[in-house]
């Protein structure tokens, strides 16, 4: 796979065959009559308002027949032009209700001079393209999605190259031959796109998007087509079908990740949308590949389910709240990694500079009072923290806990260019010991066992041990990561690091229940004015608390 390419605008458009549609069977001049009711047709003065799903107004001539409505911009509006498209788009639809078996719906196309995303757009049963792009056929799969209320691309681009490709299947079974590109079949708008897919996949993605329906079609059930968005449970009969072997498996959260869209902010960012969510891809960002953005969006979907089942299960009195925010527009910007990644709660937005983080960040959104109190930021980060453990664990894991104490030192080493000294190396024994203590039976890490363990113990070594370069990933305070001066643990937390956080945070859920802590925070109380408890109060007593129960657990110098 190639690094993403940012390609401009002009360069996206005349590349729209590949992305939104094919050349086809209607490549050559249409030399057919002119059908009666479109040579007739009045045109008319008309417009198009701002909408949510397309926020430009502009004024249109119309014409109108039975099965559609089409208007062209102003802008660009000539007479015979707005003809001829309605004679290719009546042709078009023609050829897809042979090919689907059943009548489409009424669609509404607009043409305009260039579109919001760059490429031929579906809102709903409206296509928004180019006259060019009706001209050359690259608006067909935005006119399959909305004249069949198809909701995924993959399903776009397939009735779209079966009704008018060529029929070639790219070879797919030597493509896919000892499951070699498994995630191309998710046949994703990130695969389907030039954008950031090279020529094969791209090609690849078409042929098997039109394989799988023209699979799905065979029954003579359009709705089987229609209801399949998620292609993962189709793949085993498809595959046997077509003689690939093993089949193609896609990853947990692959049904969210079907409903992706795509389009274009600027030169070069892009633009993924899918349901509430809409992402930003800057050039500088981390990823590198379209499997590797894929996974993401999939890793993501599927984590978030565990942030809520676990946010359901330990305080039921917050998850409303929690899904009201979760369904509302949110804005996730993938930057360049050498920035910081950060929550805007207020904002509905998050900068992500590295995947593991988004889960964490998100908690933030869901749960946590547009303005904090500046006296228990430690909360704040240790709630997030502490719902995002699972999710962190099952989606990105990090390998070097489970596979021991030398490969978590090696790690370290080359981190930080030094070895351990004598107090890392007890820091880190002690470490290990609570983590295989606290350890869940799981076939991948356990963040939160482990994150707990060093939180435990940093808290009890307090000022024995010499804190040094090697400690670097966990050992920095809430307060700097945030920007901000450490302050005294005594004062109000700020000094505190991740781990330690949500030990404390432990216990006063422990004392109090997590219910009416998350209860009070979400309310900006005060631990004094919820629970008659100062910071001060509550550090030490977890002090004594966790050195009766787990000091016997850590190894000695």
Not at 170 to 193: K, V
Not at 211 to 235: K, M, N, Q, T, Y
Request: proline letters at 5%.
């Amino acid at each position: 796979m190639k690094r993403i390419l940012f390609i401009i605008l002009p360069l996206l458009l005349i590349s729209a065959s590949l992305v939104c549609g094919c050349a086809g069977a209607h490549d050559e001049p249409d030399t057919s009559p002119v059908p009666d009711d479109i040579a007739g047709a009045e045109i008319c003065e008309s417009s198009h308002d701002r909408e949510e799903g397309y926020m430009a107004a502009f004024s249109t001539h119309m014409l109108s027949t039975g099965g559609f409505t089409l208007h062209m911009a102003n802008a660009v509006y000539d007479e015979a032009a707005l003809r001829e498209a309605a004679e290719v788009l009546s042709a078009d639809l023609t050829v897809l209700e042979a090919t689907a078996g059943t009548t489409p719906d009424a669609v509404t196309v607009y043409a305009v001079s260039a579109t919001i995303t760059g490429c031929p757009q579906t809102v709903g049963t409206e296509v928004f393209c180019s006259p060019d792009d009706i001209k050359s056929g690259a608006y067909r799969d935005a006119l399959c999605g909305a004249a069949y209320a198809l909701p995924c691309a993959w399903q776009h681009a397939g009735l779209s190259e079966l009704a008018f490709g060529d029929g070639a299947d790219a070879n797919l079974r030597n493509y896919y031959a000892d499951n070699a590109h498994p995630l191309t079949a998710s046949c994703s708008a990130i695969h389907l796109s030039p954008v950031f897919s090279d020529e094969g996949t791209v090609a690849a993605a078409r042929a098997t998007a039109r394989s799988i329906c023209a699979f799905l079609l065979g029954s003579g059930d359009f709705s089987a087509f229609r209801e399949a968005a998620d292609p993962a449970p189709v793949l085993p009969s498809w595959a046997e079908s077509m003689g690939i072997s093993p089949a193609p498996v896609l990853p947990e959260g692959s049904a969210a990740a079907a409903e992706l869209r795509l389009g274009i902010k600027s030169g070069s960012i892009c633009e993924l949308k899918v349901g509430n969510f809409t992402v930003t891809v800057s050039k500088n960002s981390w990823v590198t590949d379209p499997d590797e953005l894929y996974s993401w969006f999939c890793r993501f979907f599927a984590g978030m389910d565990m942030v809520l089942e676990r946010i359901g299960a330990e305080v039921p009195s917050v998850l409303p709240l929690a899904l009201e925010r979760y369904s509302e527009p949110i804005l996730i910007n993938m930057g360049d990694p050498s920035n910081a990644t950060y929550a805007y709660p207020s904002q509905n937005k998050i900068d992500l500079t590295k995947d593991t983080a988004i889960w964490h960040e998100m908690v933030h959104l869901l749960l946590e009072e547009k303005s904090v109190r500046s006296d228990q930021v430690w909360i704040e980060e240790s709630v997030a923290e502490h719902f995002s453990y699972a999710a962190q664990s099952r989606f990105s894991p990090t390998r070097y806990y489970s596979e021991g104490f030398d490969a978590y030192l090696d790690f370290f080493e080359e981190v930080s260019g030094k070895e351990p000294e004598a107090d890392d190396m007890l820091f880190h024994r002690q470490v290990r010991a609570l983590y295989l203590a606290f350890r869940q039976d799981t076939d991948s890490d356990d963040n939160e066992a482990y994150c707990r363990a060093y939180g435990i113990v940093s808290l009890l070594s307090g000022g024995k041990l010499r804190r040094t370069q090697v400690r670097m990933l966990y050992d920095v305070s809430i307060a700097a990561k945030r920007g901000e001066k450490p302050g005294s643990k005594k004062a109000d937390g700020s000094a505190l690091t991740y781990p330690e956080a949500t030990v404390l945070l432990e216990r006063l859920c422990m004392r109090f229940g997590t219910e009416a802590v998350l209860e009070a925070f979400l309310n900006g109380r005060s631990l004094k004015d919820a629970f008659d408890i100062t910071y001060t109060d509550l550090y030490q007593d977890v002090l004594v608390c966790w050195a009766e129960e787990y000091c016997a657990l850590m190894p000695d110098a």
